[in-house]
Structures are given as C-alpha cells and as structure tokens.
C-alpha cells in the first residue's frame, strides 16, 4: 500500500525527520532535537508537530505554535518535505491537514513566514496556490539581502 499518513510525531520520528529536513538544505536539521523537547516531553504545550509517512518511512513535516499576544493565531514555523517526494502533494497535504487541526479547534488564522530568495519562489508559490495571501515583506530581516515575506489565511469566520 501506497498511501500517505498524516499523523502526531513521536520520539522515534526524529531520526527521519531530521533526515527530511537536512534532504531540503534549507533548514538546520541538528536544531529538530531542541525544537520538539518541549512537545515531545511532559509539557506539550500548544505546539502542534505531524509528519507524513508512506510504508512507515516519514518523508515530510510540519510544526506550528500559537502566536503570543494574540488572538487564536498561529504561525506555521515548519514544513518539509523529503527532497524525493516534493512535487507530489506531500506539502500540501500536510498543510491541509494543519488548518483542518487548527479549525477543529476554533483557531482563527494561519501565518506562514519565508525567504523572498529565489530559492524559495516554489516555496512562495505553493502558499499563493494553497490560499495564502502576501500581507508583508519585511526588509533584510534573516540577513542583508533577505527579506521575509509573510502570507496569511483565515481559518475560521
């Protein structure tokens, strides 16, 4: 069976998503430890972590947290997708999946922040394709040169 699951992290994960994230180049896989011990330990928190497997290999991921300060507004902080398994819906399933996880609760909207790079364009356009809309760009905020951009959609009325 081929089929796509979507379903909480767990501990034995790691080890696998961390490879996913490293196959992207785009993000320190070494920080994963550190970014789920609270999630992963007694205090869960808010935080909200799914991977995508097929044939219980994880090949993709995605984390969101709860803005502060705010009201029910989350911020998708990561998604990854196995670098073998992009272009074939894995992202945006995962992402679906996060937004349903988000209404059931009553949350009210989704930020997602990125590079204006051009390595990200795909990574843009994915986001315009899914709903999201460009809100800001912030000028060389992740270093000179790199702008943030940030794209918003409503969860809930």
């Given amino acids: 069976m081929n089929t796509l699951n979507i379903r909480p992290l767990a501990a034995e994960d790691l080890i696998a998503a961390k490879a996913v994230v490293d196959s992207t180049g785009l993000f320190p896989g070494e920080m994963l430890h550190d970014m789920t011990a609270a999630y992963l330990g007694a205090d869960s928190g808010d935080e909200l972590w799914f991977v995508a497997s097929r044939n219980d290999a994880v090949i993709g991921l995605v984390y969101c947290a709860p803005e502060r300060l705010t009201?029910?507004?989350?911020?998708?902080?990561?998604?990854?997708?196995?670098?073998?398994?992009?272009?074939?819906?894995?992202?945006?399933?995962?992402?679906?999946?996060?937004?349903?996880?988000?209404?059931?609760?009553?949350?009210?909207?989704?930020?997602?922040?990125?590079?204006?790079?051009?390595?990200?364009?795909?990574?843009?356009?994915?986001?315009?394709?899914?709903?999201?809309?460009?809100?800001?760009?912030?000028?060389?905020?992740?270093?000179?040169?790199?702008?943030?951009?940030?794209?918003?959609?409503?969860?809930?009325?």
């Fill in 71 to 157: 009201d029910r507004t989350w911020n998708l902080l990561l998604i990854a997708v196995l670098d073998t398994e992009q272009g074939k819906g894995v992202g945006s399933r995962l992402t679906a999946h996060l937004e349903t996880a988000l209404s059931n609760r009553r949350e009210r909207l989704l930020l997602v922040e990125t590079s204006a790079l051009p390595e990200f364009d795909r990574t843009r356009a994915v986001y315009r394709k899914l709903g999201y809309v460009e809100v800001a760009r912030i000028p060389a905020f992740y270093a000179a040169g790199e702008d943030k951009v940030v794209f918003w959609k409503m969860l809930t009325g």
